[in-house]
Nanobody, 125 residues
Framework: QVQLLESGGGMVQPGESLRLSCVAS??????MGWFRQAPGKERELVGTYRWRDGKPYYATFAKGRFTISRDNAKTTVTLQMNSLNVEDTANYYC????????????????????WGQGTEVTVSS
């Protein structure tokens, strides 16, 4: 059973940066990524890393501002968020899967059976 432990998050002002980290334990994974959910909204993909591709996939809103990186052991993914704005306020969740996942499934939360507890990001002036 894969377990995910998130760290980071907090409150920042618009334009500032934050970094979130997620460490997986208890089993191997094939993909790890980050989703977010704002109050009253559906959970949405921020970005995800499918190990076999060697590169991350990003949601449109994340491109150019957010960067996902991984360690060589494929147990940790880090989300670097720059130029944050108030619309980025949400709970951010690490997600992972140990099974196969095709490209069309990468943005679907139901494709990831393992989830972290979530970490809150608040962007406010």
């Amino acid at each position: 059973q894969v377990q995910l432990l998130e760290s980071g998050g907090g409150m920042v002002q618009p334009g500032e940066s934050l970094r979130l980290s997620c460490v997986a334990s208890g089993g191997s994974t094939t993909a790890m990524g980050w989703f977010r959910q704002a109050p009253g909204k559906e959970r949405e993909l921020v970005g995800t890393y499918r190990w076999r591709d060697g590169k991350p996939y990003y949601a449109t809103f994340a491109k150019g501002r957010f960067t996902i990186s991984r360690d060589n052991a494929k147990t940790t993914v880090t989300l670097q968020m720059n130029s944050l704005n108030v619309e980025d306020t949400a709970n951010y969740y690490c997600a992972a899967t140990s099974g196969g996942i095709i490209t069309s499934q990468l943005a679907d939360p139901t494709s990831y059976p393992y989830w972290g507890q979530g970490t809150e990001v608040t962007v406010s002036s």
